[in-house]
């Protein structure tokens, strides 16, 4: 099964950029598509992204529009934030599974695999 491991989260200024990272350490993430997702304290999570196991399908949450880029690069997995806000600050999760989507990105129910998270902190 997958085991989703994040990294790439920090403490920046904002206008400050981050690149987080999903692997697994099990399967592949070859044949699966994959979210991001994120929680900040006292709010739900949040779809960000999503691309799918081709490297199609590319979605963004309003919210991250035009600051934030999915990629994927063999079997790992690339949230590439620039300008980040304070508002932006939650742990970020990805999470995989073998689905199919169109317009938009599915939402957090159809994920059965996540990551443990990685907190991005945007503060002066």
């Known amino acids: 099964q997958l085991r989703l491991v994040e990294s790439g989260g920090g403490s920046v200024q904002p206008g400050g950029s981050l690149r987080l990272s999903c692997e697994s350490s099990?399967?592949?993430?070859?044949?699966?598509?994959v979210g991001w997702f994120r929680q900040a304290p006292g709010k739900a999570r949040e779809a960000i992204s999503c691309?799918?196991?081709?490297?199609?399908g590319i979605y963004y949450g309003h919210s991250v529009k035009g600051r934030f880029t999915i990629s994927r690069e063999d079997t790992k997995i690339y949230l590439q934030m620039n300008n980040l806000r304070p508002e932006d600050t939650a742990i970020y999760y990805c999470?995989?599974?073998?689905?199919?989507?169109?317009?938009?990105?599915?939402?957090?129910?159809?994920?059965?695999?996540w990551g443990q998270g990685t907190q991005v902190t945007v503060s002066s």
């Open positions: 999470a995989g599974e073998v689905l199919s989507y169109d317009n938009e990105c599915p939402g957090e129910q159809y994920y059965a695999y």
């Open positions: 099990g399967y592949s993430l070859k044949y699966y598509g």
């Open positions: 691309i799918d196991n081709t490297g199609g």
